[in-house]
């Protein structure tokens, strides 16, 4: 079945501008989580969505938001950019019933923000 | 708070040598044990997993990782290295079903030398 599927995989943006980063979940897989990846900061979650309620929060300021629709599919939105925005934002999705936490992950939204 | 350190943030072995990345992991209870690598420009691959029973087990690509609880550590292993192994390489810890933040460690990246 199809993997993880995050759109786009590449954007550039401006300081103040806000952006939206789509994820597709393997079908059939509720949870969808989020992570930024930084060199410096290396992985870093941001937060967790489970049938269309967020499950779990990183420690990340409001600018970073998301939601999750009734399909599963989620959306992350990072209002008000900073050049420490740029990153690699990773998707996951991993199936309720695999009860342990496994995570499958996309290729990623690679974030520039100038 | 769970934690997990990979105490080696380069390795540069031979090609056909054996490889050990080294992870060490802090958590109250039984943890789930995972292994990730990571091609450039590439999202996360699941190379193995562990929840319980046998301390050791087997992952893909000839990868193997062995869970001592006593010293708190999941290294990684491979009998012979192949050049399409060079990434990066990332521990995680993840722990109660329902939580299904998995925490990572800064990641190993390994080199590959003809």
């Known amino acids: 079945k199809a993997g993880v599927t995050q759109t786009p995989r590449y954007l550039i943006k401006t300081r103040g501008q806000q952006v939206t980063l789509s994820c597709s979940p393997i079908?059939?897989?509720?949870?969808v989580s989020w992570y930024q990846q930084t060199p410096g900061q290396g992985l870093q979650f941001l937060f967790e969505?489970?049938?269309?309620?967020?499950?779990n929060k990183g420690n990340f300021p409001g600018r970073f938001s998301g939601r999750q629709f009734s399909n599963s599919r989620s959306e992350m939105n990072v209002s008000t950019l900073e050049l420490g925005d740029s990153a690699l934002y990773l998707c996951a999705s991993s199936s309720d019933s695999s009860k342990t936490g496994e995570l499958f992950f996309g290729e990623g939204s690679r974030l520039t923000v100038l | 708070a769970q934690s997990v350190t990979q105490p080696d943030i380069h390795i540069t072995v031979s090609e056909g040598a054996s490889l050990e990345l080294r992870c060490n992991y802090s958590y109250g209870a039984t943890p789930y044990l995972f292994w990730y690598v990571q091609s450039p420009g590439q999202g996360l691959q699941l190379l193995l997993k562990y929840f319980s029973g046998d301390t050791l087990v087997q992952g893909i690509k000839g990868f193997e990782a062995e869970f001592k609880r006593s010293q708190s550590s999941f290294n990684l292993r491979k009998p012979s290295v192949h050049w399409s192994d060079a990434a990066e390489y990332f521990c995680a810890v993840g722990g109660d079903f329902g939580n299904e933040k998995l925490t990572f460690g800064t990641g190993t990246r390994l080199t590959i030398i003809p």
């Open positions: 969505y489970f049938s269309e309620t967020q499950r």
């Open positions: 079908s059939g897989h509720r949870s």
